[in-house]
């Protein structure tokens, strides 16, 4: 009867570390996945940004990312976008989208980083 009961407390015991070490598999997984999306979407960010404000790839609208993609670590590739709206005629916001694969909510989430470009004048 002992025997019995230390097999069960053995057993409960190692299903708890075994659950526990897969939710940190998953956790470590998914941030991998939002670094690599974070640093693809600033890589995009600094692409953007050389272009002058006034040119067509910074022109007031939504677009996909051309000629790039992001490939997490699951098996999709994913596609890109980003919004440029205009608060002023020398001021533009831009929002940098990217999905990543969510292994712990088993699904995807989407990152967005926003920034500011601003048109001065120098003398």
Request: charged share 10%.
């Amino acid at each position: 009867m002992e025997t019995t009961l230390a097999m069960l407390v053995l057993g409960v015991a190692l299903g708890a570390c075994i659950l526990s070490f897969s939710m940190a598999m998953r956790t470590v997984s998914t941030a991998g996945n939002q670094m690599a999306a974070v640093h693809a979407m600033r890589s995009e960010v600094e692409i953007l940004r050389t272009n002058g404000i006034y040119t067509a790839p910074l022109k007031v609208g939504s677009y996909l990312w051309t000629n790039r993609t992001f490939t997490g670590s699951g098996t999709l590739t994913f596609i890109g976008s980003y919004t440029v709206t205009s608060l002023g005629t020398n001021t533009k916001n831009l929002s940098v989208s990217l999905p990543y694969r969510n292994f712990i909510r088993y699904g995807y989430t989407t990152n967005t980083l926003s920034t500011l470009i601003v048109s001065t004048l120098h003398p």
